[in-house]
């Protein structure tokens, strides 16, 4: 294409004119307040990936017009949505000159129920009209049934001759509330499930201790448990430990099964010899005792004895535990597919984008594949979809509820990439634009959601991730929120400084995820953290989305107001796995190590300390706790500044307040760093102390009952 300075003002004004159909935002507002100016260059590459017929910006006239021609002559939109508290009307294209014909419509409800009526369409109020390639078309709205249940719809309309579809999603406007009114306050616990070990675990934690942890949270009074995606990771070749590049958003990570929690198990003579030959027990042991988790030799280690039971239940199986595998399969058919992807990677050894064609476009034949290692991920998802179910089913018997976490994007390596390619915008990668951290933006590596493709699936695989958590989750954390409404995308090749942001159906998301959400009666907290769009907060509200209000995001050196009242509306917490531990924070501990590892820029590291100290001073003198931000934050002052920040919290949190067990023991290390990808030090770091240790410590029992005394502390 031209360069940007030689395209004449009218072909700019026509790439704008072609970004603005695609819902490519030309230009944004930085975290520091800078407008920024999308290239031409980034601008053609989004919308070449979003499929648009371009190949320069000489090219936007033709795409502009082939964008009209098939908006206008496509009558219905693939979506639509009716909520419970209003009149809701369907939005019909036509030319105007065919105003006098009739339309039949037909409504299919979930229940099978049809609803069907009839219309003539100059009968219908106008919204719009638009002079285009020589006609005249218009936009008629057509009221929906009234008292439509929830659920999708399916919309079938003749008009002119031709047949078109559409799926009414009828949604709740409001998400689920488990607690119409907000009286009910209490607190929860966060650890990463790999970091929370015991003594009987195979080296990092697992569903069982999830379980365990859940017990003990409810006898001390705690109302729920979050922990980190827990979601199918690839963990050999290639090999990706963040739990927030899950491999798929739709299956279980075996690495945190429980093995001597399988029925098979224990009757295996095979699976048990291993286990009591001297290498496996001292593989296991060196496992245990390392800081670290080593995820390969981990799942390396587990999978020997899962290898061996996977085997062995093809040939042993008692006739009520095929039939309970035989049920999983029939539930879950994708389980084919998703074990022939990995068993067909591990042969390759390589990602599905090196793979030949047809595998690479989804097609897998018997012979692309072992097929003892494609009955290995089957039976280890069945595994893991029982443990899961079993984890859920404990806690809520304990009354305590489980907070799992949605990750925003998959590896693009991974499976769901493979299957669902319509649903991503492969050629672009989620991620920030600069701000005053990261002086140079973010580029997160994953492919983001293409926007038209989600629709045009009518949101399929979106409501296949979400039933996947939610069947089990009591609260859903839903990362980056604003995503909802748009997402920056770094087109491959470019960097963060080319960004530009692309526009989501923001209504429509809303609708599925409320109407999930009361089905699974889930409760939904959105990640509102850093730079948020205002349309997010007042949307979020609007549909009853919790919050986030993570207080050493929202301290100050205020001497009078140092620290803001949580909203009604929102899950409080300290800190999140992104940030330092409460007693990091309070010495300025993370300073130093983002000055060491160069991320703070230009800013002067004795003022940022400066204002750390002041901001912690004036925190400790509004709550009346003594203390000094130069002492190590292990002191009895230090326990009195962490109980009485948590209960002021707890004054103003509508739901719970999140605590992390690691600030009760006043741990330093961070579990991630942002803008680091150091696989010695982020995800991978142990709890200091075993569930044994931390559950049986006098001290920690005392903080958690001096944290649930409900009430302010200013």
């Not at 006239?61 to 009307?89: C, F, G, M």
């Not at 072992?370 to 899961?388: C, G, K, N, P, T």
């Not at 770091?685 to 044994?692: D, G, L, N, P, Q």
Request: with cysteine; charged share 25%.
């Amino acid at each position: 294409m031209q360069p940007n300075d030689q395209l004449t003002p009218t072909e700019l004004a026509d790439l704008h004119e072609l970004a603005e159909l695609y819902g490519v935002e030309r230009e944004y507002i930085d975290a520091m307040y800078q407008r920024r100016h999308a290239s031409p260059a980034a601008l053609v590459r989004v919308l070449q990936i979003l499929g648009t017929p371009l190949a320069s910006a000489g090219d936007a006239p033709v795409a502009i017009r082939a964008w009209k021609q098939t908006y206008w002559q496509t009558p219905l939109e693939p979506i639509a949505i009716a909520w419970d508290d209003q009149s809701n009307h369907l939005a019909l294209r036509s030319e105007q000159s065919r105003g006098g014909e009739r339309f039949d419509a037909s409504l299919t409800l979930e229940s099978g129920e049809v609803r069907t009526w009839s219309a003539v369409l100059d009968e219908l109020p106008t919204t719009r009209c638009e002079h285009f390639d020589g006609v005249e078309y218009v936009v008629k709205s057509c009221p929906l049934p009234e008292g439509l249940p929830p659920g999708y719809h399916q919309l079938a309309l003749t008009l002119n001759g031709t047949a078109y579809s559409c799926t009414v999603v009828s949604a709740p406007r409001r998400a689920y509330e488990p607690d119409a009114g907000g009286q009910h306050r209490n607190w929860g616990s966060f650890l990463p499930l790999y970091a929370l070990h015991s003594a009987r675990s195979w080296g990092g934690g697992d569903f069982t201790n999830l379980k365990e942890l859940a017990a003990w949270v409810g006898r001390e009074g705690g109302e729920a448990v979050g922990t980190l995606p827990l979601l199918a990771q690839l963990l050999d070749e290639p090999f990706e430990p963040s739990p927030y590049s899950p491999a798929s958003r739709l299956f279980w990570n075996e690495a945190y099964l429980d093995l001597e929690a399988i029925p098979e198990f224990a009757a295996s003579e095979a699976a048990q010899a291993i286990v009591r030959s001297d290498d496996f027990v001292r593989e296991l042991a060196e496992l245990r005792d390392a800081a670290l988790i080593d995820y390969r030799r981990q799942l390396a280690l587990k999978r020997k004895i899962l290898v061996v039971l996977a085997a062995e239940f093809l040939h042993t199986a008692s006739a009520t535990r095929r039939a309970a595998y035989e049920a999983f399969l029939q539930a879950r058919p994708d389980a084919e597919h998703y074990a022939r992807f990995r068993a067909t990677m591990e042969r390759r050894a390589a990602p599905w984008t090196k793979w030949p064609e047809p595998l690479q476009s989804g097609t897998i034949p018997e012979e692309a594949f072992d097929a003892d290692v494609r009955d290995y991920h089957l039976y280890v998802q069945w595994i893991a979809a029982e443990q899961m179910q079993a984890v859920a089913d404990s806690m809520r018997s304990a009354g305590v509820s489980l907070y799992l976490d949605l990750p925003l994007g998959v590896n693009g390596d991974g499976y769901d990439v493979w299957r669902e390619r319509e649903a991503f915008a492969v050629g672009a990668a989620g991620g920030c634009p600069p701000d005053v951290v990261f002086r140079n933006g973010q580029d997160w590596g994953f492919p983001p959601m293409h926007p038209t493709g989600i629709r045009n699936q009518r949101y399929r695989y979106i409501i296949a991730y979400l039933r996947h958590q939610l069947r089990h989750a009591g609260m859903l954390r839903i990362d980056h929120m604003p995503v909802f409404h748009r997402l920056f995308w770094v087109p491959e090749g470019m960097t963060a400084h080319d960004g530009v942001y692309v526009r989501y159906p923001a209504e429509e998301l809303y609708a599925v995820f409320s109407l999930e959400s009361h089905r699974h009666r889930t409760l939904l907290v959105g990640e509102d953290l850093g730079t948020v769009p205002p349309e997010v907060p007042s949307s979020m509200q609007r549909h009853n989305v919790q919050g986030m209000f993570v207080a050493q995001y929202a301290l100050q050196p205020n001497p009078w107001h140092p620290l803001p009242d949580a909203p009604r509306t929102s899950v409080a917490g300290l800190n999140t796995h992104d940030m330092p531990p409460f007693a990091a924070y309070l010495t300025g501990q993370d300073v130093r190590e983002r000055e060491a590892l160069g991320m703070l820029g230009d800013l002067d590291p004795q003022a940022v300390l400066a204002e750390r100290r002041a901001t912690v001073e004036a925190l400790a003198n509004h709550l009346g706790v003594g203390h000094s931000g130069e002492r190590d934050f292990a002191g009895a002052t230090g326990a009195e500044l962490l109980v009485a920040t948590l209960r002021r919290l707890s004054a103003g949190a509508t739901r719970t307040v999140l605590l992390n067990l690691e600030d009760l023991w006043r741990e330093t290390a961070s579990q991630n760093i942002p803008g680091t990808n150091d696989p010695t030090s982020n995800w991978c770091r142990k709890a200091r102390y075993s569930f044994e240790e931390f559950t049986t410590d006098e001290r920690v029992s005392s903080l958690l009952r001096e944290i649930g005394k409900r009430g302010s502390s200013s």
